[in-house]
C-alpha cells in the first residue's frame, strides 16, 4: 500500500482538495500545519495518480509530493489515531469502535470519518465545539443552524444533539455529504445535506452559522453574506489570520464577541451588530 500526499500553501488548500477528489472521489486525509496543509490519498501501486496529475493540482502553491509505502496492518494502526475526546464536561466525540466511558455521562457524538474527514480531535473542531456548548448553556440552542463545509458532520451532528434544529449540512464535496449523513443516520439525527460551492453562492440565511473552514474562504463567506446571523462560530484559521478574518466578517454585519487560541489555531464567535 502507497501513501501519496500532497502539501500546498493553506490558501490554496480548498482547490487543491476540490481537484484532488476529482482524482481521488473516495475522499483524502487531511493534516495541517502553520504554513502548509497536506491531503493524502492510499492505493496500491499502479492505482494512484501519476505525479504530474498532483503537480498540476497544486499548481503555483505546491509545497510538497511525497510517496511513502504504508506497512500492511496500516489500516488498523490507523484507528489508533482516533481516540474519543472530551469537549467541556458533557460532550464526547468518539469513533465507533471506541466505547464510551461507563462512568462518566455526556452527549456521545459517534463519528467514524473513513481516511477522508475528522473525527473531532484537532483544535479547530474542538474550540467549534466548545463555543457550541458555551451556547447552548446560555439558552441559544435552538432554530435553525448551518454547517458550511461539513466534512464528517461533527459539528452539525453535535449542533442537532445540543437542540438546534433544523439542522443543514453544507458541502461542496459528495464524499463529505455521504459521510456526514452515514455518521447523522449511526447518532440518530436528522440533517438536510446540501451540496454547495461556498466560493460561488451565500451561505443560507439562519440565526446561528458554524463553519470550520480555511482563512480565505471564511474571508469568501464573509462578502457573500445576505443576512448576518445572529451567532457565527468560525475557526479553521492560524491565530496570525484572525484579525483579516475578523475584518472581513465585519464587512458582513458582523462583530467578534469572543476569541479563542489553541496552540497556533484561533476561532471566533461573531454576533450580529
Known amino acids: ?20 477528489l476529482e482524482l481521488a472521489p473516495g475522499g483524502v486525509e487531511e493534516d495541517e500545519g502553520r504554513d502548509w496543509v497536506e491531503y ?22 505546491l509545497v510538497e509530493i511525497s510517496s511513502t509505502e504504508i506497512p500492511d496492518d496500516w489500516a488498523d494502526s490507523w484507528r489508533d489515531f482516533h481516540q474519543p475526546v ?30 477522508a474527514f475528522g473525527t473531532g480531535a484537532h483544535a479547530t473542531t474542538t474550540m467549534c465545539l466548545e463555543l457550541l456548548l458555551e451556547l447552548a448553556d446560555k439558552g441559544e440552542a435552538r432554530g435553525p443552524l448551518g454547517d458550511l463545509g461539513t466534512g464528517s458532520g461533527v459539528l452539525a451532528i453535535a449542533a442537532a444533539k445540543l437542540g438546534w434544529e433544523p439542522v443543514v449540512a453544507l458541502d461542496h464535496e459528495r464524499a463529505a455529504l455521504e459521510a456526514a449523513g452515514a455518521n447523522a443516520t449511526a447518532n440518530g439525527v436528522d440533517l438536510e ?10 451561505p443560507p440565511p439562519m440565526p446561528t452559522l458554524v463553519a470550520n473552514l480555511t482563512a480565505p474562504l471564511l474571508r469568501a463567506v464573509a462578502v457573500r453574506l445576505e443576512m448576518p446571523p445572529r451567532n457565527l462560530v468560525c475557526s479553521g484559521l492560524l491565530a496570525t489570520e484572525s484579525d483579516g478574518v475578523a475584518a472581513a466578517l465585519a464587512g458582513g454585519g458582523l462583530r467578534v464577541a469572543a476569541e479563542r487560541m489553541s496552540g497556533d489555531w484561533a476561532a471566533l464567535l461573531c454576533r450580529a451588530g
Open 40 to 61: 493524502a490519498i492510499y492505493g496500491p501501486p499502479g492505482e494512484l495518480p501519476a505525479l504530474p496529475e498532483l503537480e498540476a493540482v497544486a499548481a503555483e502553491g
Open 86 to 115: 472530551w469537549v467541556g464536561e458533557r460532550l464526547l466525540v468518539r469513533p465507533s469502535w471506541a466505547e464510551a466511558p461507563e462512568q462518566r455521562a455526556g452527549i456521545d457524538v459517534v463519528i467514524d470519518p473513513g481516511q
Open 1 to 20: 500500500m502507497i501513501r501519496l500526499a500532497v502539501r500546498c500553501r493553506p490558501e490554496i488548500a480548498d482547490r487543491v482538495l476540490s481537484e484532488l
Open 193 to 202: 445535506l446540501r451540496r454547495v460551492n461556498l466560493r460561488d453562492k451565500p
